[in-house]
């Protein structure tokens, strides 16, 4: 079992920077593969990117790529999303998820952090 805190969200102008930060609990961490997915108002909860457990590979989202950099740090149990360029329609709630591999399918990954929202005015 693991447990999930996401932090770093906020409120930032078009072409702005978030770095958002997920802390898991447990001796766990390095036994899954980990990812971040977002949820706008009205929307499904989509996909943005993932790592898998050493952190060797990455997969992103199309709307993403070039701009968000997915990271973790095995030793301090924590995922990192440094965003870059954000877009207005880069605003949503912002959860991560760890789950058994590198996958983009959001019925696969099985512990869920609360969520932290990434709000981008233009």
């Known amino acids: 079992q693991v447990q999930l805190v996401e932090s770093g969200g906020g409120l930032v102008q078009a072409g702005g920077s978030l770095r958002l930060s997920c802390a898991a609990s447990?001796?766990?961490?390095?036994?899954?593969?980990m990812g971040w997915f977002r949820q706008a108002p009205g929307k499904e909860r989509e996909f943005v990117v993932a790592i898998s457990r050493i952190g060797g590979n990455t997969v992103y989202a199309d709307s993403v790529k070039g701009r968000f950099t997915i990271s973790r740090d095995n030793a301090k149990n924590t995922m990192y999303l440094q965003m870059n360029s954000l877009k207005p329609e880069d605003t949503a709630v912002y959860y991560c998820?760890?789950?058994?591999?590198?996958?983009?399918?959001?019925?696969?990954?099985?512990?869920w952090g609360q969520g932290t929202q990434v709000t981008v005015s233009s």
């Open positions: 447990g001796r766990t961490f390095t036994t899954y593969a």
């Open positions: 998820a760890a789950g058994p591999v590198l996958v983009e399918t959001r019925g696969l990954y099985r512990h």
